[in-house]
């Protein structure tokens, strides 16, 4: 059983940073897809960024160059590192991974950016 804990939401300004966490719990973690998707108010979730089992990334066109996903193996964690954050940024941010066809949730995590 996978169980994902998010952290490190906020409100900021908009142009500051925020890393957000994901802690993941099991033994397979090095072995998974992990990604972070939103969800804005009255919009669909989407795909923020993703990174598969071997490192290999890929990002929204909307945060490419703002924002960085990495991995921890050793300590089964995730991290979404955020700058220059933009209001059009606010959102409840959601970490996920997947495990062949099988998709895990965490609770989610917001972040506010003023403007």
Same mark, same amino acid.
């Given at each position: 059983? =996978?169980?994902? =804990?998010? @952290?490190?939401?906020?409100? =900021?300004? *908009?142009?500051? @940073?925020?890393?957000?966490? %994901?802690a993941c719990s099991g033994s397979i973690f090095s072995f998974l897809s992990m990604g972070w998707y939103r969800r804005a108010p009255g919009k669909q979730r989407e795909l923020v960024a993703r990174i598969t089992s071997g490192g290999t990334t890929d990002y929204v066109d909307s945060v490419k160059g703002r924002c960085t996903i990495s991995r921890d193996n050793a300590k089964n964690t995730v991290y979404l590192q955020m700058n220059s954050l933009k209001p059009e940024d606010? *959102? =409840? #941010? #959601? %970490?996920?991974a997947l495990w062949g066809a099988i998709n895990y949730w965490g609770q989610g995590t917001q972040v506010t950016v003023s403007s």
């Open positions: 059983q =996978v169980q994902l =804990v998010e @952290s490190g939401g906020g409100l =900021v300004q *908009a142009g500051g @940073s925020l890393r957000l966490s %994901c606010t *959102a =409840v #941010y #959601y %970490c996920n």
